[in-house]
């Protein structure tokens, strides 16, 4: 039989996206998802879609969710796509996390504190018992909450500052760098290291925040401080000269206090690793803490041995979208080096196939 | 005002088809292409100037304006937004005679590519100083006459060349031309102009 | 397609990478690195690649992209469709015919000319990666031109296997300066890169950098002076158009061992059949 040269990639191509788009939507007897949905009733996939794509728009979130079937790195790949047309209109000034509206915050290492601890909306403390009511539909009943304390709410560093017990914010009115835009260099500027961290995979540094506690360069953190509310976002057009709200944006906040031995020239204090993210993400906010005072290591003196401490190792692959687009460029055609190796191969395995023969001959002689 | 005058008529065609007459007078020195054709940018720019600069110069370059060029910098603020620098620090130089090689950006070894570009408006290609050319875009030495380099040009182009892979690169404009003279080239001076 | 530029990405995109590949023009195969952008292809499948050809694609250009030298396949076929659908770009899978050629892991086998580009796509532009994972680390070394590194490497090769390993992606120097990855093409396809009459461009999107070789530069395939640089390709000769110097694809026809040989270069084996050259195969 002669042989016929595989042909339609195209149409397959076609044939795929319409199979895909079938299997998406499932039995049709099942009324389809509306992004709505998906918007009020999956919020935590949709924060994370959001923080990882880089993007806030809960709605776009929602529809990258339903389109990649509720593949999370899918849709923030889809989200990410997206971001990357979008006209710069202007750059915010800094979000001011301290005068927030605050939801829920939490410190663990003070009892009480102005503005008081604030359990808000949180799994933390429901036994994990799957809710058979839910699988049937219930409408909630109202929870009662405390009037919001208009009162600023002062942050961690702000209460231990005082004495120097922990490291001072470094004000800076530099162009902050832009990881979207430039390449990076290592040693990365902690704006760049917090940019990738931000938008990083929440389970790669979930592992790498975990690692540093079981010892890889440990840093001995507490929670100082968790916050999760909104928080005003301004920009300040030169031709006015004043800043203008432009809505406020859903994020929380980690601030994770660590020793820090000091040195000849500083004495001992507290140090901070930091963590935000875009909607509620306590998970992902606590260990990019975690993982921002780990990388800090050279910066404060210390030894960077372990791999949460290596800027190139955990910066370089963080980002689930290279990676995933990286690991899975393996399912496409690579017969031509296969071919290569295989030549190879075959050539060595001759070589020493024709050393053993020579070798057995010449014992035998 | 030189405001009034326009930039690419089509923007993204122009700057595409300029851009490939650039990389192409990149890859192969001395090679002489039109650019710019149609380009009305104000005196002292030709049009092939022009278009190089529309081409390549945008709010994340740094340029330097040779003070002879002064009349066009509205012009070229208003189309590319450039960052304004000390010929020191700049990216790209536009000038209208060629600056002391040796006083601009040749970049580091581990960062050549921080060398900068000199967009330098020539008199014309085919007359003055003779010119042979060898390097990487060359199967066989090239000869180019280029008018309006200084006499000391080759022994300035040669401590250039002596840095490689740090120095500077030279995109030459004259009238509706362009040709460009990269870092990686050895440039020989036959005879005078 | 509505709603985007033309090719795409936005001009002050094409104009940064512009801007670096004039550089990687002037600094033969060193690695510039480049504001890469977030592409809608998953990284590692060309998005490099496809960004190079964004800012230098013209109206009048006639795109071939290849991938394991074929145009039908499937990554090929999606490349080229974007291309046409965001720049409404001519396509051929004739190389003759081509200006600019985007390629994952070949080159043609007919020779390029002066007239045309071609780029590569590249997963992994540091050829020391291996060796040496800190990027820190290789930067400073092509700094330094210090490469005994990858010497070391295909010596021990040599010492172990009685010659070097590397069957891919096999390492070159351009222009006696830069140590430079010539993508993952087959060893086989390095001697074309040598001397080429068209300019070569290299766009790694995921790893953000991008590289040239400018026409008619010193590309060599590094090796020892005993042990020169030799290629290797099946020894067969190709079932459809009987050619017995082109790069063969392995096809298995069943599982006793049974094995056909064919050009990995569809266009080219196309061409040679229409000129009445046939294998085996095609004469059954």
């Keep these: ?365 | 005002m030189s405001l009034d005058l326009p930039g690419f008529a089509d923007p993204v065609t122009g700057a595409q088809s300029c851009f490939r007459a650039v990389l192409e007078a990149m890859s192969r020195p001395g090679l002489v292409l039109e650019a710019g054709a149609g380009l009305t940018p104000p005196a002292p720019l030709d049009p092939a100037t022009g278009a190089v600069l529309l081409t390549l110069i945008d709010a994340d370059t740094a340029l330097h304006i040779d003070p002879a060029g002064e009349a066009a910098r509205d012009w070229i603020v208003f189309h590319t937004t450039p960052r304004d620098a000390a010929q020191a620090e700049a990216d790209f130089t536009l000038a209208l005679s060629l600056p002391k090689l040796a006083s601009l950006p040749a970049g580091t070894d581990d960062e050549p590519q921080l060398g900068a570009t000199v967009i330098l408006q020539v008199a014309g290609f085919g007359t003055g100083a003779l010119f042979e050319l060898a390097g990487p875009g060359l199967a066989t030495p090239r000869r180019l006459r280029i008018a309006g380099l200084p006499d000391d040009f080759a022994a300035q182009w040669a401590a250039n060349h002596g840095l490689f892979p740090r120095g500077v690169d030279l995109i030459l404009c004259a009238g509706t031309q362009l040709a460009a003279l990269p870092r990686s080239l050895r440039i020989s001076h036959v005879m005078e102009g | 397609m509505n709603g985007y530029n033309f090719a795409y990405l936005d001009e002050q995109t094409k104009r940064m990478i512009r801007r670096s590949l004039l550089k990687a023009v002037a600094i033969p195969g060193h690695q510039i690195p480049f504001g890469s952008r977030e592409m809608p292809l998953p990284y590692g499948w060309g998005t490099g690649g496809i960004q190079v050809t964004a800012a230098v694609l013209g109206a009048d250009d006639t795109l071939k992209v290849i991938d394991q030298g074929a145009d039908d396949t499937t990554n090929a076929v999606s490349i080229r469709r974007f291309f046409a659908r965001t720049a409404g770009v001519a396509t051929t899978t004739h190389t003759a015919e081509a200006t600019i050629i985007q390629t994952r892991h070949r080159i043609p086998e007919e020779p390029l000319r002066e007239d045309q580009i071609i780029v590569y796509q590249v997963p992994q532009p540091e050829p020391l990666s291996k060796l040496e994972p800190s990027r820190a680390e290789t930067k400073r070394m092509h700094g330094l031109s210090e490469y005994g590194l990858m010497h070391v490497k295909l010596y021990e090769d040599i010492t172990r296997y009685g010659h070097v390993s590397i069957s891919y992606d096999y390492p070159v120097m351009v222009n006696g300066r830069y140590l430079m990855a010539p993508s993952p093409i087959p060893a086989f396809d390095n001697p074309k890169m040598d001397m080429m009459p068209a300019l070569q461009l290299f766009g790694a999107g995921r790893e953000k950098r991008l590289y040239a070789v400018p026409p008619y530069t010193k590309v060599a395939s590094l090796d020892f002076d005993d042990h020169p640089f030799r290629t290797t390709r099946a020894p067969q000769v190709c079932g459809l158009c009987g050619s017995g110097v082109s790069y063969l694809d392995e096809v298995v026809t069943d599982d006793k061992g049974g094995r056909l040989f064919v050009c990995s270069d569809t266009d080219y084996c196309e061409t040679r059949r229409a000129e009445g050259h046939a294998g085996t195969e095609l004469a059954a």
């Design chain 1, 1 to 365: 039989m002669a042989y016929v040269a595989v042909k339609g990639g195209e149409r397959a191509i076609d044939n795929a996206h319409r199979w895909m788009a079938d299997e998406r939507r499932g039995d049709q007897a099942v009324p389809e998802i509306s992004t709505a949905q998906i918007a009020e009733q999956l919020g935590r996939s949709v924060d994370r879609v959001m923080a990882e794509g880089s993007l806030y728009d809960p709605g776009l979130a929602a529809l990258a969710v339903k389109q990649a079937q509720g593949d999370l790195i899918e849709a923030a790949f889809l989200l990410r796509a997206y971001r990357t047309t979008l006209p710069r209109f202007a750059a915010t000034s800094p979000v001011e996390t301290a005068t927030m509206t605050i939801a829920r915050r939490i410190s663990a290492v003070f009892k009480d504190m102005p503005g008081g601890q604030i359990l808000g909306p949180t799994t933390d403390y429901t036994h994990r018992l799957l809710d058979f009511a839910l699988e049937a539909g219930f409408t909630p009943q109202a929870a009662e909450q405390a009037e919001p304390d208009l009162a600023a709410m002062p942050r961690i560093h702000d209460i231990l500052g005082h004495e120097g017990l922990i490291e001072a914010d470094q004000p800076s009115d530099a162009e902050p760098f832009d990881i979207t835009r430039q390449p990076l260099a290592f040693p990365a500027s902690r704006d760049a290291r917090l940019q990738s961290l931000a938008r990083g995979d929440e389970g790669f540094l979930l592992a790498m925040g975990y690692s540093t506690q079981r010892g890889w360069g440990g840093s001995h953190p507490f929670v100082g401080e968790i916050r999760v509310g909104e928080v005003a976002v301004e920009i300040e057009p030169p031709e006015l000269g004043f800043a203008i709200d432009i809505g406020d944006l859903p994020v929380t906040e980690c601030q994770m206090v660590n020793q820090f031995a000091g040195s000849r020239t500083q004495p001992p204090q507290f140090t901070r690793g930091y963590g935000l993210v875009f909607g509620h993400g306590e998970r992902k906010a606590m260990a990019m803490a975690l993982v921002d005072r780990a990388l800090r290591a050279s910066e404060l003196g210390e030894e960077a041995t372990a791999p949460a401490q290596n800027q190139e190792f955990v910066i370089y692959h963080c980002d689930n979208i290279e990676a995933t687009g990286f690991v899975e460029h393996l399912k496409l055609p690579h017969y031509v080096d296969f071919q290569s190796e295989l030549e190879t191969i075959r050539r060595m395995r001759a070589d020493a196939e024709r050393e053993m023969a020579h070798e057995s001959q010449e014992a035998a002689q």
